[in-house]
């Protein structure tokens, strides 16, 4: 399954994404969803984040610094 993640996500948020992937197994579905929410609202606080946006907005690829 994590073999399915894009290469194009920022380390950060494929890191984020692996974690959740596989905590995900040994947790009930709730507790999942709630500590997923806080990763992935840690993400919207990264740089990488602004680039992907910055990127998206001006048609390019992004270069994720992983910060």
């Known amino acids: 399954m994590i073999a399915l993640l894009p290469t194009s996500l920022s380390p950060l948020a494929a890191r984020v994404a692996k974690e959740s992937i596989n905590s995900g ?4 579905l709730g507790e999942a969803a709630q500590t997923d929410l806080y990763r992935f609202m840690a993400l919207e606080l990264t ?8 990127a998206w907005r001006e048609r390019r690829k992004p270069i994720f610094k992983g910060r």
């Open 25 to 28: 197994y040994n947790i009930p």
């Open 47 to 54: 740089e990488d984040k602004t680039e992907g946006h910055r």
